[in-house]
């Protein structure tokens, strides 16, 4: 069992920045792929930004150059630098394991969830 606990969101200005953390519990933790996710309202979950046990980076084309994914396996904690924010950033954002270390972005290949935190971006 996995528990994920997301944070970091709020209200933004368009061009403003947001850093999400997620804290996850195991001790297997530095072997998880970890994922960064979002839904918007009327919209399916989308994928945002995935980090893989090594280290390996992988981004959707929508928040290449803006957010940068990050681990420290130390603290068990995953987090999503957003900078550059427009109003189409706003959403629920998750956060998800994938204990079986693959390099996917398929949601569905994420075992575990975070309960999500909320970021709106005004303009």
């Known amino acids: 069992q996995v528990q994920l606990v997301d944070s970091g969101g709020g209200l933004v200005q368009a061009g403003g920045s947001l850093r999400l953390s997620c804290a996850a519990s195991?001790?297997?933790?530095?072997?998880?792929?970890m994922g960064w996710f979002r839904q918007a309202p009327g919209k399916e979950r989308e994928f945002v930004a995935a980090i893989w046990s090594g280290g390996t980076t992988y981004y959707a084309d929508s928040v290449m150059g803006r957010f940068t994914i990050s681990r420290d396996n130390a603290k068990n904690t995953v987090y999503l630098q957003m900078n550059s924010l427009k109003p189409e950033d706003t959403a629920v954002y998750y956060c998800a394991s994938d204990l079986f270390s693959r390099a996917t972005v398929d949601p569905r290949n994420y075992q575990y969830w975070g309960q999500g935190t909320q970021v709106t971006v005004s303009s």
């Open positions: 195991g001790r297997t933790f530095n072997y998880y792929t």
